[in-house]
C-alpha cells in the first residue's frame, strides 16, 4: 500500500480531506495528520516554508506520491474552478502521466500577494513545494491541484468559505487520491518527440511546451498529428508545429 502525502499552507485547506480520512495528529515539530495511507502537513504560507515542510515529509516518511493542494488567485477563471497545474512560473513542467478529472493551467508562484495583473492562477507555494519533492521523488509523482478562490482581491477566507469551495469538488478529489497507485500511466511517445526536436532544432523550453501537448493528447486519444515541412529557423519551427497540434485538437471536438 503507497504513501500519498498532501502539503498545505492552511489547515482550513484540508480539513475536509482531514475528516474524510479520519486521519489522526501526529507528534512532531510540523502540523501533521495522518493514517496508514494518507499524511498531510500543514506548511504555512510562502515558497520556503512550503519547501521547508515538503523536504521534511519526504525526509521523514516513505511516501510514493505527493500533492499540494490549496488556493489559488486567478484573473481568467471563475472562483470555485479547480485545475491540475502543468507548469509552474517559466520552466517548472511537472509530468501529467496519469488520467485525471480536472481541467489544466499553468501558475504562477509569488514571494508576495498579487493583486492586479494579467494571470491564469497564482500562488505562493507551488514552486517552493515542487522543487523540493522532485529532490525526492519522479515527476510523474507529484501533483499540484488548485482550486480558484478569488479573482485577485486580498482578503482572508474564512472557514466556510473554504469548505463551499472545496465540498463540489471532494469526491473528485478523494477518488483521484485513492486510485493513484491504481492507475497506469500511459507510455509516452518519445521517439515521436525526439524526432521534433532534431528536426526542428527546439530548445528545451520547447521541447516542455510540446511535451505537454503530446501528454494531452495522448490522454484524450486524439491521433498524434503527422509533421513533414521543411525546417525555416527555431521560432517559426516551433509555431507552426504548435498551429498543428492546436488544428489537430480542434478536430477532434
Given at each position: ?16 480531506l482531514i ?16 493514517n496508514?495511507?494518507?499524511i498531510?502537513?500543514?506548511?504555512g ?10 523536504t ?16 489559488a ?22 509530468d ?9 493551467s ?21 514552486e517552493g ?11 510523474e ?11 485577485l ?6 472557514d466556510?468559505?473554504i ?15 485513492d ?25 528545451k ?16 486519444n486524439?491521433?498524434?498529428p ?15 508545429i ?5 488544428a489537430?485538437l480542434?478536430?477532434?471536438?
Amino acid at each position: 500500500m503507497s504513501l500519498k502525502a498532501i502539503v498545505a499552507a492552511f489547515y482550513k485547506e484540508v480539513a475536509q480531506l482531514i475528516k474524510h480520512y479520519k486521519l489522526k495528529k501526529e507528534n512532531t515539530p510540523f502540523e501533521i495528520f495522518k493514517n496508514d495511507e494518507i499524511i498531510v502537513i500543514i506548511s504555512g504560507i510562502g515558497k520556503i516554508n512550503s519547501a521547508i515542510a515538503t523536504t521534511y515529509l519526504l525526509s521523514n516518511y516513505d511516501i510514493d506520491f505527493c500533492i499540494n493542494f490549496g488556493i489559488a488567485g486567478s484573473s481568467k477563471f471563475k472562483v470555485g474552478e479547480i485545475f491540475l497545474i502543468n507548469k509552474i512560473n517559466k520552466n517548472l513542467y511537472p509530468d501529467i502521466l496519469y488520467t485525471h478529472p480536472f481541467k489544466e493551467s499553468e501558475i504562477i508562484c509569488s514571494d508576495k500577494i498579487i493583486t492586479n495583473g494579467d494571470f491564469k492562477l497564482v500562488d505562493m507555494e507551488s514552486e517552493g513545494f515542487f522543487k523540493a519533492a522532485t529532490k525526492f521523488l519522479p515527476l510523474e509523482n507529484i501533483f499540484i491541484i488548485k482550486i480558484v478562490s478569488d479573482n485577485l482581491i486580498c482578503f482572508r477566507p474564512d472557514d466556510n468559505f473554504i469548505n463551499n469551495l472545496i465540498s463540489p469538488h471532494l469526491q473528485n478529489i478523494t477518488t483521484f487520491i485513492d486510485n493513484l497507485e491504481k492507475k497506469e500511466k500511459f507510455r509516452f511517445n518519445e521517439t515521436y518527440l525526439k524526432d521534433l526536436i532534431t528536426t526542428y532544432h527546439l530548445s528545451k523550453s520547447q521541447k516542455e511546451i510540446l511535451k505537454n501537448k503530446i501528454i494531452y493528447l495522448t490522454l484524450n486519444n486524439i491521433p498524434l498529428p503527422k509533421i513533414e515541412f521543411e525546417p525555416i529557423n527555431k521560432k517559426q519551427n516551433f509555431q507552426k508545429i504548435v498551429d498543428i497540434f492546436e488544428a489537430s485538437l480542434e478536430s477532434s471536438s
